[in-house]
């Protein structure tokens, strides 16, 4: 089945820069692009980023452009989100999010890492 | 940039009531790529609806999505104890993006 597993998360101080993960397994890794979402605690739901199957193309909401920066290793089933200069507001559970083709909709969500931007 | 507003903010309805939220969009949403996510507390979001109007793999026939161009509906035909959640409405497809909506809270009244 399809699985989607988030890790990574934790507290850092602002400023300070963290790396997620998000191993899948169940499905051909390497044919779907693969989402970020993030919550804040008792808000809804924000994009964050998305990578296309092949890892060529990126695209980022305007909030982490320029600070985030997404990947995926296809030889590991694996996909990245590297994230430096942390602010306070930055600090939401983590989820990604496999498209059901192409740039559509999340059909596969992981359980999400809750990452804590705190002095 | 196409934003998603939805109302009512929560709606307090009583097991096995109809519940009906709404998504409106502020332009017109090419092809319907508009889908609906239900998140309950603690929980990841979970697909319900996409294309507007087709239910995802599992999803009960008590869930119907419906509307085209700016307004959409979700209904829950009769409400069940596991139906009280958060839920998300969605743009997609047009772009690479995902645009959602505020989220609309169906609780126990």
């Known amino acids: 089945q399809v699985q989607l597993v988030e890790s990574g998360g934790g507290v850092v101080q602002p400023g300070r820069s963290l790396r997620l993960s998000c191993a899948a397994s169940?499905?051909?890794?390497?044919?779907?692009?693969i989402h970020w979402v993030r919550q804040a605690p008792g808000k809804g739901l924000e994009w964050v980023a998305v990578?296309?199957?092949?890892?060529?193309?990126?695209y980022y909401a305007d909030s982490v452009k320029g600070r985030f920066t997404i990947s995926r290793d296809n030889s590991k089933s694996t996909l990245s989100l590297q994230m430096n200069s942390l602010r306070t507001d930055d600090t939401a559970v983590y989820y990604c999010?496999?498209?059901?083709?192409?740039?559509?909709?999340?059909?596969?969500w992981g359980q999400g890492t809750l990452v804590t931007v705190s002095s | 940039e196409i934003v998603l507003t939805q109302s009512p903010g929560t709606l307090s309805l009583s097991p096995g009531e109809r519940a009906t939220l709404s998504c409106r969009a502020s332009q017109s949403v090419n092809n319907n790529y508009l889908a609906w996510y239900q998140q309950r507390p603690g929980q990841a979001p979970r697909l319900l609806i996409y294309?507007?109007?087709s239910r995802a793999t599992g999803i009960p026939d008590r869930f119907s999505g419906s509307g085209s161009g700016t307004d959409f509906t979700l209904t829950i035909s009769r409400l069940e104890s596991e139906d009280f959640a958060v839920y998300y409405c969605?743009?997609?497809?047009?772009?690479?993006?995902?645009?959602f909506g505020q989220g609309t809270k169906v609780e126990i009244k």
């Open positions: 990578i296309s199957y092949d890892g060529s193309n990126k």
């Open positions: 999010a496999r498209t059901g083709g192409g740039y559509s909709y999340g059909d596969y």
């Open positions: 294309g507007a109007s």
């Open positions: 169940g499905f051909t890794f390497n044919t779907y692009a």
């Open positions: 969605q743009l997609y497809g047009s772009s690479p993006t995902w645009t």
